[in-house]
């Protein structure tokens, strides 16, 4: 089968005939065709026989960066393994393995690794060789820790790396996009953080306009996640959303957003945190979704946390605070009001912002 | 007559009946009563027997910064003259010039300065001496270019240094916003800048929290201001504010004003440019009341200019470049533009960014 694109943003995907016309297809193994155009003037040789990427959690939103503001978090994300495979055509992709077993697809293009890994194998034109590719969740779906984007961006980066990483970030994170576009709608706010790493600003899709914001490397940020046994209502989530805003509420929201910027350039943790929390048009609409989460942030103030909202469409609540003992003690709490106000099982990670986004973790050399 | 405040934010006055009952009275002296609490426990004594300030210039909105940002332009602004005066009654304030003449009242209950003048005096408890004032406007009144913001601030600032530099720069801003809320609204886009110099953005006005944010030293920003003969439609300009935003402007404009901040942090002149001229809120509305306002800016890009927007509600067009020379060439295109599209007569100004705000630019000792 042929998938072909006509821009690297928006691919229209064409099967074809010696393969299978139809999407709903079995086959996990897919071949890029590259009959329209390509980044590069020649196929890439592979570098690696086989590499392992990783690639962090994120955080969306960030209280008033709705859809504009992403973060990467570190020690929590997804593994992907990527091998060259004499077994799978060339040109092609085979998802190996899920771990843990899950209901994710293992059908490349329905599958978040599978399809950043086929657009990135696209942008570089592979033909001559065929790809495995092993996925290891370490994210749960659907908590709001960018686990799709995670994946997409563990996939995206192991195969540019595996032909010796002749692709932009900014490449990579519109290979995550094609994946995050199919899944959870076409944001860049997990996924830009995801390949990136650190704090990214979402300036315009149209073209992609990306800005890293460097948070000072001697400061301390901590992410204390919690995350309820909940399954947030997502077309609920959606149409909390208002349509229209006030022209107070929009002054409001934009002078937090540009505040929690200034104050991630700045390292001042206690201004990233206040703004974090005080977000008047989405949060206000979304808490009261997700059982205990109004609680909960007022908890987390309480034990100390500089700020809390609730981490992309949630139900997972993040507050932030510049310590891992105090970053522990502000989870314990938030997980007893999880269960007091809300009646839900939770866990808390106390965890560090992640400056470095998606990477090799290992690889063999061919 | 005593004026008294229930608040440093929002001052109830009252008129004693001992000097009028009636607030159109013809008297220029006014005393500060201070029944009500002072920040200082002891009244200072007089450092200086005169000073003279000068507060710049400033741009408010700044595009999608609407109500939020705004910075100080060095090189033009007012001045104000303080003396001890023992001929006006002691912890009374006159004004006893304003040049060059203009419809401006000289009772300082009326004044931009006069009101800011008497705030700073009762946050001191000045009781003992009586204070003259002369006011020299450089700024044009209603031209966007922060004018009332501008007199306010050097006044504030004058008596201030007069009695020793006793209040914080937060302090003089409070002055300076009783005396905007009487004149062109509760708003602090201008006297923040024009009491604190750069640009500073406003997080929230309850508490009062300011945040300046630095330009870097080793970089150029140069301001071109063309101001056209024109009287911006004050009501029309407010009317067409839109009440309600939809979600996705609100996303696009929060997103630009978050860059306009990296990009003033950073020193990066053209990403602030960019976002500069990015608004899709308010210039879209406000733009076509202004004769030739659409073609000046798109002419000011043209010339180079990395942005261009209106300055706070117009008729002043503000377009951003790093050099003094291409500024001046964008300056005469858009002055042409303003002739040619809408008919007006206009001048252009090359101006620095002001680092430092309001100061004293000579004092005499007592």
Not at 87 to 112: D, M, Q, R, T, Y
Request: hydrophobic fraction near 45%; include cysteine.
């Amino acid at each position: 089968m042929a998938v072909s694109f006509t821009s690297p943003i928006k691919p229209i995907i064409f099967f074809s005939p010696n393969n299978n016309q139809n999407p709903n297809f079995l086959s996990s193994s897919f071949r890029c065709s590259f009959s329209l155009k390509t980044h590069l003037p020649v196929e890439p040789e592979p570098v690696f026989s086989s590499v392992k990427s990783f690639a962090p959690a994120t955080v969306a939103n960030l209280g008033p960066g709705f859809d504009i503001l992403g973060v990467a978090v570190d020690g929590i994300g997804d593994f992907v393994s990527l091998s060259l495979d004499p077994s799978v055509h060339p040109g092609e992709l085979s998802i190996a393995s899920i771990s843990p077993a899950s209901k994710l697809s293992k059908n490349p293009l329905f599958n978040c690794a599978g399809i950043a890994a086929l657009a990135v194998m696209k942008m570089l034109g592979i033909r001559s060789v065929g790809l495995s590719l092993s996925l290891e969740k370490g994210l749960p779906l659907g908590s709001g820790l960018g686990s799709s984007a995670a994946s997409a961006a563990a996939a995206a980066v192991a195969v540019n790396e595996l032909f010796g990483g002749k692709l932009s970030q900014k490449d990579l994170v519109l290979a995550g996009l094609e994946s995050e576009s199919k899944v959870s709608g076409y944001h860049a706010d997990n996924i830009a953080p995801a390949i990136m790493g650190g704090f990214v600003l979402i300036r315009s899709y149209d073209p992609l306009s990306l800005k890293r914001l460097a948070f000072p490397e001697n400061k301390e940020l901590v992410f204390v996640l919690v995350s309820p046994e909940f399954e947030a209502p997502t077309k609920k989530m959606r149409a909390a959303l208002p349509a229209e805003i006030t022209m107070a509420h929009h002054v409001w929201n934009s002078s937090q957003a540009a505040a929690l910027v200034a104050a991630v350039l700045e390292g001042e943790v206690e201004g990233l945190g206040r703004a974090l929390s005080s977000d008047r048009i989405v949060e206000p609409k979304r808490a009261p979704l997700i059982p205990g989460m109004e609680g909960v942030k007022k908890v987390a103030i309480e034990a100390g946390a500089f700020g809390c909202t609730i981490s992309g469409a949630g139900p997972t609540a993040v507050a932030v605070t510049d310590g891992e003992e105090r970053g522990r003690e502000i989870g314990e709490r938030m997980v007893e009001a999880f269960w007091k106000e809300g009646g839900l099982r939770a866990v808390a990670m106390v965890q560090r912002l992640d400056r470095v986004g998606a990477r090799l973790v290992g690889s063999i050399p061919r």
